[in-house]
């Protein structure tokens, strides 16, 4: 008995032993994961802290759906200010850089920058981005009323609708044409937005819109090693269209032209169908596409002509290929109501010199008369009477009228 109970107090002990053993290992490996997942957790805390990313503890400032009159005009408060972020969402840093730089092209170029960032805008209201922008733009009045030289860089950050949209005054409109606003938020702003650095995209983007302003080239502009392989593609694609293009304007000319051909009843009709083709097409073809008219005239057009022109025999030699067309035609019978027109076409001989007539119908065509045309001196009449009466209008002030462009991301 003594011996049986030593040796389960023994267990016991052994047991009791291993139980707090684990617990304190568990313990201790749970105190080193936490202190590897804080330290994991740190950095992306300080990226919200210092960077631009909209973090989940702004979902409850997302609730309010932003309308045009909710949104702070900063510049009624201070001069200096032209970034309008009630949220918060980039980094006071960047708002700094960014009114410095609209600063800087509000004195130097007489252009008012405007940038709003939001974390979404009431899509009840507004049909798209671009809309609220015009709208805001429009209720500012951004811009010198004289000029009309204002710019709006909206940034929306909604999940899931993320885009940057860009208005422009229509004074600014030349300067910066939707085009180039496009091209800013592809190659400039893009890359920095697909890496949520919202505030360094809006910087270079505004750095891009001074440079376009002060005229720069696109390599100060947008850079060569950047675009260099996207622009080639560009310009690649540029070129298969154009190819294309001309492919299916030259099929087409091609086909036309056989149709004209069979429509002959002889070898000699068929010569004059086949020139009939304005010839000004195929001087189209060398100034626009040199590089597909010389392999057609090589492999199609000169050896159906060369096959045109041995079908035609003179009818006094014999020759085979003699037979020359003679430049011009003349028309023997004029085409009236009653019967058809005659056109004659004169073939010589190279070799002989025997002359061979071609006469080719004109068909009559009637005049075509408008029913309105003997209303058309009293109607116009009318017209100017009415119009020498109206008055005209005048444009406002720091307006948009709908340019620029707008990118999602």
């Not at 890496?195 to 302003?213: D, N, R």
């Not at 492919?247 to 009843?265: M, S």
């Not at 005049?367 to 017209?383: E, F, L, M, R, T």
Request: charged share 20%; glycine share 8%; with cysteine.
């Amino acid at each position: 008995m003594r011996r049986g109970s030593i040796g389960v107090i023994s267990g016991i002990v052994i047991l009791c032993v291993i139980f707090f053993a684990t617990a304190l290992l568990v313990n201790l490996v749970g105190e080193g994961c936490s202190t590897r997942e804080e330290a994991k957790l740190e950095p992306k805390l300080q990226r919200y802290a210092n960077s631009n990313e909209l973090p989940n503890s702004t979902a409850q400032d997302a609730e309010l759906r932003y309308r045009v009159e909710d949104v702070p005009n900063v510049q009624l408060q201070d001069a200096s200010r032209f970034t309008s972020d009630p949220n918060h969402l980039i980094a006071e840093r960047s708002r700094i850089a960014i009114d410095s730089i609209a600063a800087v092209i509000r004195d130097t170029f007489d252009v008012e920058v405007a940038v709003v960032v939001l974390p979404n805008f009431d899509d009840n209201q507004y049909a798209t981005a671009r809309d609220f922008g015009n709208q805001l733009f429009n209720t500012w009045g951004i811009g010198n009323k004289e000029t009309d030289q204002g710019l709006l860089i909206l940034l929306v950050l909604e999940e899931g609708n993320r885009e940057i949209a860009f208005e422009t005054g229509y004074g600014l409109e030349a300067t910066l044409p939707d085009g180039i606003c496009k091209r800013i938020q592809t190659k400039i702003m893009l890359p920095y937005l697909a890496e949520a650095e919202y505030g360094e995209a809006l910087e270079e983007g505004l750095k891009a819109v001074q440079k376009v302003l002060a005229d720069s080239s696109d390599e100060e502009i947008f850079g060569t090693t950047a675009t260099s392989s996207s622009d080639d593609g560009d310009a690649l694609l540029g070129f298969a269209i154009w190819t294309l293009f001309g492919l299916a304007f030259l099929g087409f000319n091609h086909f036309r032209r056989r149709a004209a051909v069979k429509k002959g009843e002889n070898a000699y009709q068929k010569q004059i169908f086949y020139r009939r083709i304005n010839p000004l097409s195929l001087i189209g073809y060398y100034i626009f596409f040199p590089y597909l008219i010389i392999p057609y005239a090589l492999f199609f057009n000169i050896p159906w002509r060369r096959r045109l022109r041995k079908s035609l025999v003179c009818e006094s030699c014999n020759s085979i290929g003699a037979m020359k067309r003679e430049k011009g035609s003349k028309v023997v019978q004029i085409a009236t109501s009653k019967a058809d027109g005659i056109r004659r076409y004169t073939f010589t001989c190279k070799r002989c010199g025997h002359q061979h007539f071609e006469d080719i119908k004109i068909p009559y065509v009637p005049p075509y008369v408008s029913s309105g045309d003997s209303d058309y001196s009293s109607s116009s009449y009318d017209s100017s009477s009415s119009s020498s009466s109206s008055s005209g209008g005048s444009w406002g002030g720091g307006s948009s009228g709908g340019g620029g462009a707008s990118t999602r991301f």
